[in-house]
DNA sequence: TATTAACACGAAACCGTTTTCGTAACAGGT
DNA sequence: ACCTGTTACGAAAACGGTTTCGTGTTAATA
């Protein structure tokens, strides 16, 4: 095992000081040709690299970023990872990837753990415990330590950080007047609780699309699930108690999902009911019929995330200055729905 | 901004050294009662946190772990992450995810920048250029320094390090095997190339299981595409050429979309065709029909790989054992096959 | 020849911990 | 009064770098 080779060993096989290796390596002025010349040869000979931790100590910069999330099996957050790493990556910056799993007290957890010096910054969304407890003092200690912290998707308005999101009342509003345009009518909405901002949103959005086309709003053609797991109960219970001839949903799983409730009923996708989805993933390409879908853009959002991050730490500036980026959302338009 | 507070800074508030600090905040039986509960009492009213990077220079153990796959938008991969930051993080790790997308050149430059001190150890999957390549220098030079790896799913047997794989030619045998026993004779596969050692070890499965039952294996029948991507064209083509009564394919993402082109021809799942797919991801579970599928069990692998990782970082000896852990893939019955 | 500037390098502080070792102060025993 | 043993703490080295500043040597200048 040929263990790492270190400044002090290449300083005292070559008998000079540790400060001249140092600066031989960085190629500074003040080192002779010759000498530079020799301690690089013996460095690329012995494949010398710096070692990261003692670097970040020194300049108290670590390179990393923290990304926490509430669930990476949501294609949707895997997209927006992949932007972050793709950005940071080219930055020269390495993820650090912590799962809340929807739970708070993880949450809390993951973010101390990685504040004490990991990290060079947060890039997160919060998860739905959190953001139905509307308790953000996790957040508040790391941003008044001075980490920047860039929010995405799941956001919060107590909280003075940048912020990326789409707009997902646009989305849903877009979705619902694609809806009305094809002359549904009775347009139901499978979403969780508001507790959630972006069902929240999206739920004003699809208010809004009903009543500038004169539609009412019909309460019962609203189910609120409670929480992100299928409740394939409440599902079935919904759709037999109702008609409709259209649903959004807030998610790909609930759509997916609930199609294949509607179809095991007997009913026909797009002709008897049309649906559309939310997040453009995997599922809604392979999907049988294919979902037409609100495409968030994750990894377009990932890479913004990271970019307003990095150049949030690398910014000598003390400002205060806080932006929201407002992605738009685009519809894809597939099979569920008539063309 | 309330700056992060350090041992110095207490030492000096309380009039002390650094070393009793230091001690104190341990519990060390060399300090005094009275002293002890001074320091720790001022240094929870500060929220006092050691600096993890310190730490890390000092014993040089990180804590974190890095992680090196080639695509994180696979549904399985993303199951292992999930499986790993699940034990990692139980056992106070972090997770470092690298995405080398299938590309040599990115999995070399993860490698590098992650092995010069920032994490303790390596779990990974080799990218389809690596496996092709048959370059494994990086991960040598890696095992050389002494930092252990932890290959899984996408192993090499040039490399000696602990490895997790699920026995994917048994995957394919029993797939197989259960469309010969529902009566297919036609059974086509559709594969990438065999330098991805698993796709080898599946065709090698299905050839086994035809041949055990005395089926013939028609080359013709073995689609083996030259990428990742979906190829449509050749899918089609191959579908137009040959006919058949079931097809094996080697991931998820490939099965539902050949699903979607045999349906297209007109053609019945499972009726005039079975399918079944390796990967029981989300797809399989919500495509139309929902697919019988080899569980790879991604969770599992991760958990598995983590344990071997940390064990291995964790354990004093010095002992250069290493194992290769086989799990039982498990067969998923759904729409796609007769039941 | 004395002064000075440029050159090439080393010493040491520093980042924030941990840990070993040394020691002042005091108590107890003889 | 002397020795010994605790007790309670501090000094300093170490981890592996970067960086500031000081300095010995040489060559150029007056």
Redesign the interface.
Same mark, same amino acid.
């Given at each position: 095992?040929?263990?790492?080779i270190t400044l002090k060993d290449i300083a005292k096989e070559l008998e000079v000081s540790i400060s001249t290796v140092s600066k031989a390596l960085k190629n500074s002025e003040e080192i002779s040709r010759d000498t530079k010349e020799k301690i690089q040869a013996f460095a690329k000979l012995y494949?010398y690299?710096?070692?990261?931790?003692?670097i970040? +100590?020194k300049n108290k910069r670590?390179k990393?970023i923290g990304v926490v999330i509430p669930d990476?099996?949501h294609?949707f957050f895997?997209?927006v990872?992949?932007g972050i790493?793709?950005y940071a990556?080219a930055k $020269?910056y390495?993820?650090?990837?912590? +799962?809340s799993e929807e739970s708070f007290d993880k949450e809390v957890i993951?973010m101390?753990?990685?504040?004490? $010096?990991?990290i060079d910054g947060f890039i997160m969304s919060l998860s739905s415990e959190t953001q139905q407890k509307g308790d953000f003092n996790h957040l508040k200690?790391v941003t008044?330590? $001075?980490i920047p912290v860039v929010l995405f998707d799941r956001i919060t308005n107590e909280i003075d950080c940048d912020k990326v999101i789409i707009d997902d009342q646009l989305g849903a509003y877009m979705a619902t007047k694609k809806l009305i345009e094809q002359g549904r009518k009775k347009i139901a909405l499978i979403t969780t609780g508001d507790y959630l901002s972006v069902s929240k949103a999206r739920t004003e959005g699809y208010r809004k699309a009903l009543m500038e086309n004169n539609l009412p709003v019909d309460e019962s053609l609203i189910l609120k699930l409670s929480s992100m797991e299928i409740d394939e109960k409440s599902i079935i219970d919904f759709f037999d108690s109702n008609s409709m001839d259209a649903v959004l949903c807030v998610n790909e799983?609930f759509t997916?999902?609930s199609m294949?409730l509607i179809?095991k009923k007997g009913l026909h996708i797009p002709n008897d009911v049309s649906f559309i989805g939310f997040t453009d993933g +995997? +599922?809604s390409k392979?999907?049988?019929?294919s979902l037409t879908a609100v495409a968030q853009h994750g990894e377009k959002m990932g890479e913004t995330s990271a970019q307003m991050l990095i150049d949030k730490i690398e910014s000598e500036v003390e400002e205060e200055t806080f932006q929201t980026k407002i992605l738009e959302p685009t519809l894809v338009v597939r099979d569920s729905t008539i063309n």
């Open positions: 095992m040929k263990t790492k494949n690299k710096p070692n990261n931790i003692a970040s +100590l670590t990393n990476i099996v294609h895997t997209t990872i992949r790493e793709k990556n $020269g390495n993820v650090i990837v912590c +799962l993951n101390e753990m990685l504040a004490n $010096g990991s200690e008044e330590q $001075g799983i997916v999902y294949k179809q +995997l +599922l392979y999907a049988n019929p």
